[in-house]
């Protein structure tokens, strides 16, 4: 039932999902990952949710640096 479900709200979606991630590493310190949700469902050739992140920890700590400062 909830996987049709969530198949359903997929197949409506239309927007592009951003959003900014904190994440435990495995040794133990924190990454910070940006990232993006599309809905490829309807791509004949993909028929799927494309999930891209990629790692922003070194610009979130610079802000940080930089915030300090001001």
Excluded: P
Excluded at 7 to 31: C, D, M, P, T
Excluded at 42 to 54: E, F, Q, Y
């Amino acid at each position: 039932m909830l996987r049709r479900n969530t198949e359903n709200a997929f197949q409506n979606l239309i927007l592009l999902y951003l959003f900014l991630l904190e994440v435990n590493h495995k040794k133990r310190h924190s990454v910070w990952l940006q990232g993006t949700v599309s809905n490829k469902l309807n791509d004949k050739d993909i028929k799927g949710i494309v999930v891209n992140l990629r790692d922003v920890t070194e610009k979130i700590n610079a802000n940080r640096k930089l915030e300090k400062f001001n």
